[in-house]
């Protein structure tokens, strides 16, 4: 069992940046891909970033390839995502998970946080 919290969001104006953290319990952490993913009223959730468990690789979705980076740190239990140059279309409700690489790349979790609010204004 894992379970994971997620923190840093906010409210930020465009271009600015925001780091978020999710951690995790349990020991079982490092051997987990986890996942960024974002979900904006009124629309499904989507892929946003995800990062395999020895943060070797990383794969991004296109429209944040270039400003967003996630990062792990297995001695924290905790990965990152570095938001940087945002943008009001980045509004949402951000959610880490954990699985498996390419179920994550689906918006497949095995475990899922709760998410934090991101608000991008104009």
């Known amino acids: 069992q894992v379970q994971l919290v997620e923190s840093g969001g906010g409210l930020v104006q465009a271009g600015g940046s925001l780091r978020l953290s999710c951690a995790a319990s349990?020991?079982?952490?490092?051997?987990?891909?986890m996942g960024w993913f974002r979900q904006a009223p009124g629309k499904e959730r989507e892929f946003v970033a995800v990062?395999?468990?020895?943060?070797?690789?990383?794969l991004y979705a296109d429209s944040v390839k270039g400003r967003f980076t996630i990062s792990r740190d297995n001695a924290k239990n905790t990965v990152y995502l570095q938001m940087n140059s945002l943008k009001p279309e980045d509004t949402a409700v951000y959610l880490c998970a954990a699985g498996t690489l390419s179920r994550l790349r689906i918006v497949r979790g095995d475990y899922w946080g709760q998410g934090t609010q991101v608000t991008v204004s104009s």
């Open positions: 990062i395999d468990w020895s943060g070797g690789a990383t």
């Open positions: 349990g020991r079982t952490f490092s051997s987990y891909a």
